[in-house]
């Protein structure tokens, strides 16, 4: 009898012991995921702007993601050239009028990117897009008569804003696909900024804007898409910066075992055919990045680096259709060519 | 007083039930590549490709068209739609989280997300295009 108390006595000094370790146990039980963790992400899909936009923040307010969305409705109501209501479909219509600020916003931007460009980002090239059918999806070659005459009528110059009035030339329309997705980029990170979120990803149609790093410290790899196939060139590292990729792959059409792409020389008025078969651009502000994209991969290859030679605020990744990658100083250490781009010969470009 | 011994049968029933409790926990399958499929920006599906064995396909559809999806072990694909692009098609099989598929026409997303515990992995964040 002595000896099975004596066990029992024992027994529950050892359970006493073990009962701690359990508990420990069973908090560790509790996997990723079954928690909400506050440093999760938090996303959303927002369709707008002919494409589909991805938000990615880590903290901030619990509205904050649909105030995101709001902000994107509302630029999008001044931009689209497609939404006869907007801003700019008003402008394109009457030729002169007032506009909102964010309208004011971005067309100054476009026009400093026109001028820096030398016109090869051209935002009243518009009309002659529309010739191609590469706004509306209804794609024809224009006869050489009609282009001519919509060609004479690009010029960005003849585009004046003072204020908020704008007044367009004669027979003038303007377009700011160029850039409207890299200045909702800018606004959308900094109402990220100033709700106190330090860490965000958005992917606006192809168009990537980073806040901060990844919330572990580490950087955001960004990947440049394969403009030959479905897989990646290579992979940027990066944080607060924007990561903007022109090509003429995303969007054409093939006639007479031609291929049409969506990018036009604003002297010609014909897609640019230039070696080049994708640009990126990095750097801290999302609108002159999405306009530079376009207007270096108009420029070439040799334009292009001797545009960047000129500049202190972007750096860009160049891929050609002979299978070269052009990568700017700045960039040197932390783009890794991938996929079929991995054996690629890669080209620094440095300044003189 | 309760007796020494009902402490003894409380506690080890405690230890059978914490056991018990981890061992469900433990074994419960892990998250692996899970697509989920989207429309307008709300998960309509969810299928987990790691636990795939053998192909199959299945339909969405609503009033702006139809798309037909197939599974395969550890990867997803649109095969077929009716949408005037054709893009998600186009788009192929997707088995990691950098680049969803899309079709615009008919507000369809599958995305890949990405997997907590594949800390550290090659796949990027996202891809510029």
Known sequence: METVKRFYMYSLRGLLCVLPVLCLLLAGCAREGDVPDPAAPRTATVFAMDTVMDLTVYGGPESLLSDAEELIRTLEEAFSVTDPASEISELNRTGAGDVGDDTAEVLRTALGVCERTGGRLDITVYPVLRAWGFTAGDYRIPTDGELSSLVSRVDWRRVSLEGNHVTLGEGQMVDLGAVAKGYTGDRLLSLFREAGVTSALVNLGGNVQTLGTKPDGSLWRVAVADPLGSGYAGVLETADRAVITSGGYERYFEENGRIYRHILDPETGIPVDNGLISVTVAGERGVLCDGLSTALFVMGEEAAADFWRGSEDFDMILLTDDGRILVSEGLEETFTPAGTWAAAPVTVIRHD | ?129
Do not use: Q
């Open chain 2, 1 to 129: 007083m309760i007796k020494t011994k009902t402490w003894v049968l409380i506690l080890g029933a405690l230890l059978l039930t914490a056991l018990l409790s981890c061992l469900i926990l433990y074994t419960r399958p892990a998250p692996g590549t899970v697509a989920n499929i989207y429309r307008d920006g709300v998960p309509v599906r969810s299928v987990d490709l790691s636990l795939v064995t053998e192909p199959w396909e299945f339909t969405l559809s609503d009033e702006r068209g139809a798309n037909v999806i197939r599974v395969e072990p550890g990867r997803i694909a649109v095969i077929d739609a009716d949408c005037p692009d054709r893009i998600c098609v186009e788009a192929g099989w997707l088995s990691d989280s950098a680049s969803p598929i899309v079709c615009l026409p008919h507000r369809l997303v599958i995305r890949i997300e990405k997997n907590a515990a594949a800390e550290g992995d090659p796949v990027p964040d996202t891809v510029s295009r």
